[in-house]
């Protein structure tokens, strides 16, 4: 009964290849975020949406980027995977001042 | 510089006595707090929340308390049962609703 649904949920890629992790919402949220972890490690904000055709980089440099074309839909992706790009991979989306609602993650392995 | 801090990356408690969760916080611009829970290969899941003119919220099982002056709050998980065995993050809500996450703490619930 998840309202906001990532797609793979695992994925194993070469390096070079281009990928799109996808995420979508169906509670209308007007906000959207991507966030970052690596085992042990604090979630680091890397992309965020405010609205349709709004995006911004977060706190984290990443090479990765985004889009907002539609209000529930908010794909990542990489031009070119690297093995640094191994992580796991979160969407987010959330009401003002209500805190975020997460995906179940992309678990990404870049060989 | 890390804003949320979790100084305890792991914390084993015996089934049914209380679990402690530490949280301390360096912007006094923060004015809204959350705890989240998660599991392995999942998002995470909101907990529960406190406003800073709160001091205190209670929601079953779990109480966050707030110490504005010492900037620091504690979630208490009371009794702890085994499906609490997850990784916990502390976060902070800031003015621009973005959630700035602790690096999280690994509670271990002992049968």
């Known amino acids: 009964e998840a309202d906001i649904y990532q797609t793979p949920r695992y994925l194993v890629i070469g390096t070079g290849k281009k990928i799109t992790l996808e995420c979508s919402q169906t509670m209308g949220h007007d906000k959207m975020y991507w966030y970052q972890q690596d085992p042990g490690m604090e979630l680091h904000l890397i992309h965020y949406?405010?609205?349709?055709?709004?995006?911004e980089k977060g706190d984290l440099s990443s090479e990765s980027t985004v889009s907002r074309i539609r209000t529930e839909h908010f794909p990542l992706t990489l031009e070119s995977a690297r093995p640094s790009h191994t992580s796991q991979y979160l969407c987010a989306s959330s009401e003002q001042h209500y805190g975020y609602t997460f995906g179940s993650g992309t678990r990404l392995t870049v060989v | 510089d890390q804003q949320v801090k979790q100084n305890s990356p792991s914390l084993s408690v015996q089934e049914g006595r209380i679990s402690i969760l530490n949280c301390d916080y360096t912007n006094s611009m923060f004015d809204y707090f959350l705890w989240y829970k998660k599991y392995p290969a999942e998002g995470p899941t909101f907990l529960i929340s406190i406003s800073s003119i709160k001091d205190k919220n209670e929601d079953g099982r779990f109480t966050v308390f707030l110490n504005k002056s010492a900037k620091h709050l504690s979630l208490h998980i009371v009794p702890s049962q085994p499906g609490d065995s997850a990784v916990y993050f502390c976060?902070?809500?800031?003015?621009?609703?973005?959630?700035?996450f602790g690096k999280g703490t690994r509670l271990h619930i002992l049968p």
């Open positions: 976060a902070a809500l800031n003015r621009d609703d973005k959630i700035i």
């Open positions: 949406s405010y609205g349709v055709n709004s995006t």
